[in-house]
T-cell receptor
Framework: KQEVTQIPAALSVPEGENLVLNCSFT??????LQWFRQDPGKGLTSLLL?????REQTSGRLNASLDKSSGRSTLYIAASQPGDSATYLC??????????????FGRGTQLTVWP | DAGVTQSPTHLIKTRGQHVTLRCSPI?????VSWYQQVLGQGPQFIFQ???????GRGNFPDRFSARQFPNYSSELNVNALLLGDSALYLC???????????FGPGTRLTVT
């Protein structure tokens, strides 16, 4: 069974810092990996999607990398801002069988950026 | 274009009651999935439908059921509610399997 782990569980930093959030998964047979943002009590906003054949994706101040063989992904946030405060979730999609298309999530990293 | 919509936004029910949650996917999307997110946890997969057929079911009891309609909207039904069913229920749609999934705002269910 696919298991996804995110480290750290929580992070509190001053504005302007560069951050790295980590995600690991136990089964490397994935189709893609997505990073989501979730504000308190709200739905999920997709930030970046990396296909299994890709090594990284970038969107603005966000950069996500994928090392499929080692079962790891990192989300890099440059020049953090208070508006980045949220929970960041990592999710993988298996590439085969009856679990094709379903997302397996980590528990998330709760980020607080203070002014 | 409108994103994924869910109704209602919030719901309070009593133990033993029944609840129906509704989801409308992004126009053109044929797959709908349901997830349960308990406070402090990541979302857990409940059901997945593609072209009106069930394609997957997570580890949830038979009290949970779902269906997808000809217009690709979906509803999630939960019978005999328990306190532990209190959670944020999220719906996601995708163009096809296993493409990128887009989430709705969720329905907050509180069981008292």
């Amino acid at each position: 069974k696919q298991e996804v782990t995110q480290i750290p569980a929580a992070l509190s930093v001053p504005e302007g810092e560069n951050l790295v959030l980590n995600c690991s998964f136990t089964d490397s047979a994935i189709y893609n990996l997505q990073w989501f943002r979730q504000d308190p009590g709200k739905g999920l906003t997709s930030l970046l999607l990396i296909q299994s054949s890709q090594r990284e994706q970038t969107s603005g101040r966000l950069n996500a990398s994928l090392d499929k063989s080692s079962g790891r992904s990192t989300l890099y946030i440059a020049a953090s801002q208070p508006g980045d405060s949220a929970t960041y979730l990592c999710a993988v999609t298996p590439d085969r069988g009856s679990t094709l298309g379903r997302l397996y999530f980590g528990r998330g990293t709760q980020l607080t950026v203070w002014p | 274009d409108a994103g994924v919509t869910q109704s209602p936004t919030h719901l309070i029910k009593t133990r033993g009651q029944h609840v129906t949650l509704r989801c409308s996917p992004i126009s053109g999307h044929k797959s709908v999935s349901w997830y349960q997110q308990v406070l402090g946890q990541g979302p857990q997969f409940i059901f997945q439908y593609y072209e009106k057929e069930e394609r997957g079911r997570g580890n949830f009891p038979d009290r949970f059921s779902a269906r997808q309609f000809p217009n690709y909207s979906s509803e999630l039904n939960v019978n005999a509610l328990l306190l532990g069913d209190s959670a944020l229920y999220l719906c996601a749609s995708s163009l096809d399997l296993p493409y990128e999934q887009y989430f709705g705002p969720g329905t907050r269910l509180t069981v008292t």
